[in-house]
Each structure stands twice: as C-alpha cells, then as structure tokens.
T-cell receptor
C-alpha cells in the first residue's frame, strides 16, 4: 500500500528553469494539497484540489501552477524557478474534505541555485 | 481570515516531565482544530483533532489537547515526556465546511533531555 508518493525526493535546479514536482496517491481521496515548509513559517498552502479538474489557490500560489486531470495525480509546476522557492514541498490528501485528517507524503526538498 | 500562533518555536523538557505546547487561533467562525507531529525527514501525522462536542480531546501517544473558546486556545499536553516525543509539532485550524483552507501554525520543535 504505497499511499502517497512524492517524486523526486531531492531536486537541485537553477534559477529560471521549469520544475515539476509529482504527487501520486493510491487511495482515491477526493482532496489533494500542496504545502511548502519553511523555517519560521511552518506549512503554507500553495494550491489545493477538491476533485479532478477542480483547483483553488492557497496562501502562496504565485509562481506555481497545478493541474489535476486524474484523481490520483496532482503535479506542481514552478514555471520559472526562483531562489525564494527553495523549500521542502509536501503533498497531502484527504478523503472527503479539508476539515478531515490530512495524509502527508514524505516531501520533496527543492534547492534553486 | 484564520490564523494560528504557536508560542515558543523551541521547547525543551526533561524526560518524564510535563509537555505543554501552546496554540492560539483566530477565526471568525467556530473552527476545527488539529495537532500534527513531524518526525525528522518525514511528513506530518495527525495527533488529534477537535471538531465539536467534548472540549478535551485525547490523541495518540498519550497526548491530549483542550479547546478553550474563551481563550481561543488549543494547547497540547502530555503528562510525562518520552525521548521518542522529540519532534516538530504543528497546530492547524480550518472551518467546518469541507472546502475551507487548512492553515498551519509555524511549529514548535520539542526536545526531550534525558
């Protein structure tokens, strides 16, 4: 039972490059989320999705793009990476709503040089 | 807008001592409240949650939290700290609808001294 799989686990890229972080779930949970974790800020919501083809902005969406064509996948794309996007990124899921327990992946550590 | 504050970015306790991690929230509507724990190099795991009903909520690993509406607080406690409790703890708030955003606090790092 894989649950939530995030890939890659670690990524180093350069300023201006496009980067896509992958998130795949095997539970068929309706809701999926992307958070970034930074020291002193905790977790901040980037985007979330209630179902396939339904996405909404979180607290810090600028510079990020998401899509959800299939229930199980929720990729996060940095269109033109900046150093301020160096962070640890977590994907999470919830079965039926945001007011439930969130299930988190292991995270992707992204460094933008 | 909802927000969460956690007093103390770092807390140290001795093994066997009381653990108290503080969380205060602001919300225009009665919230749902959560505590999550993060062990090194892992994602977050749910410790406990408050939705409605009893204001004292018991969670896993001996943790509990009390919802105090008058103080807008949801502090996490454990009577006796164990070395395995060393981790990062996050308080989170959301609304009662299924589509409200989940907002996390900045986190408190707990160290347990042998």
């Amino acid at each position: 039972d894989a649950g939530i799989t995030q890939s890659p686990r670690y990524k180093i890229t350069e300023t201006g490059r496009q980067v896509t972080l992958m998130c795949h779930q095997t539970w068929s949970h309706s809701y999926m989320f992307w958070y970034r974790q930074d020291l002193g800020h905790g977790l901040r919501l980037i985007y979330y999705s209630a179902a396939a083809d339904i996405t909404d902005k979180g607290e810090v969406p600028d510079g990020y793009v998401v899509s959800r064509s299939k229930t199980e996948n929720f990729p996060l794309t940095l269109e033109s990476a900046t150093r301020s996007q160096t962070s640890v990124y977590f994907c999470a899921t919830a079965p039926l709503g945001t007011n439930e327990k969130l299930f988190f992946g292991s995270g992707t550590q992204l460094s933008v040089l | 807008a909802q927000s969460v504050t956690q007093l103390g970015s770092h807390v140290s306790v001795s093994e066997g001592a009381l653990v108290l991690l503080r969380c205060n929230y602001s919300s225009s509507v009665p919230p749902y409240l959560f505590w999550y724990v993060q062990y090194p190099n892992q994602g977050l795991q749910l410790l406990l949650k408050y939705t409605t009903g009893a204001t004292l909520v018991k969670g896993i690993n001996g943790f509990e939290a009390e919802f105090k509406k008058s103080e807008t607080s949801f502090h996490l406690t454990k009577p006796s700290a164990h070395m395995s409790d060393a981790a990062e703890y996050f308080c989170a708030v959301t609304g009662k609808t299924s589509y409200d955003k989940v907002i996390f606090g900045p986190g408190t790092s707990l160290s347990v001294i042998p």
